[in-house]
């Protein structure tokens, strides 16, 4: 069974569009994050949410959007497509805030390309 | 800023070596530091990790040592074996976040 599950695994699109990317986890954990992983290989935080509130908000454009309508999902929506947005896409959970002795589970990442 | 980097992108090991990564970081705060494990098309998957008050965590083959005053954390793989091959990253936690190195690549030699 899967944990983490993120749809679509690969997402191809054009400049300018609006895209969602959804995460879902079966583990019954609290919280949940959206990782983008750049050009460089580093991961790096945009948004987390405990208990459907969130909780880190990164400094990122406000063409991103997170929604989670109850603590198993958080979905992702960008407007606005830019070729900047291209990377891979990594959603966690974790049961509280995922350091210490309750580790993050990730998915398996969506991979956006803009064209 | 990085404030926490792993300097080798890439490692090469003999199987059955002792397969050693590093990572350096910058923040005295941190109170919490862990190992993930990434194949290729995969997310991470958390290894092992150790608290900033302990200087040693064993977990099978898996050992991590943190050396707080050089503020240097390395993991030991030993036996390394071929399902060993990954990226490794190196992450911090401070006030409820992780801060990420940019991984290094594990390549065991048959």
């Known amino acids: 069974d899967t944990a983490v599950s993120q749809t679509p695994k690969y997402l191809v699109t054009q400049m300018g569009n609006d895209k969602s990317i959804k995460c879902e986890q079966n583990l019954g954990h609290d919280t949940m994050y959206w990782y983008k992983q750049d050009s460089k290989k580093f991961l790096k935080i945009m948004f987390s949410y405990n208990n459907k509130e969130l909780i880190i908000n990164e400094t990122v454009p406000n063409r991103f959007s997170p929604k989670s309508p109850d603590k198993a999902h958080l979905n992702l929506h960008i407007n606005s497509l830019e070729l900047g947005d291209s990377a891979v896409y990594f959603c966690?959970?974790?049961?509280?805030?995922?350091?210490?002795?309750?580790?993050?589970?990730f998915g398996d990442g969506t991979r956006l390309s803009i064209l | 800023d990085q404030q926490v980097k792993q300097n080798s992108p890439s490692l090469s090991v003999q199987e059955g070596r002792i397969s050693i990564l590093n990572c350096d970081y910058t923040n005295s705060m941190f109170d919490y530091f862990l190992w993930y494990k990434k194949y290729p098309a995969e997310g991470p998957t958390f290894l092992i990790s150790i608290s900033s008050i302990k200087d040693k965590n064993e977990d099978g083959r898996f050992t991590v040592f943190l050396n707080k005053s050089a503020k240097h954390l390395s993991l030991h793989i030993v036996p390394s074996q071929p399902g060993d091959s990954a990226v490794y990253f190196c992450?911090?936690?401070?006030?409820?976040?992780?801060?990420w190195g940019a991984g290094t690549k594990l390549i065991i030699k048959p």
């Open positions: 966690a959970s974790s049961q509280g805030t995922g350091s210490k002795n309750q580790p993050q589970h």
């Open positions: 992450a911090a936690s401070l006030n409820y976040q992780l801060i």
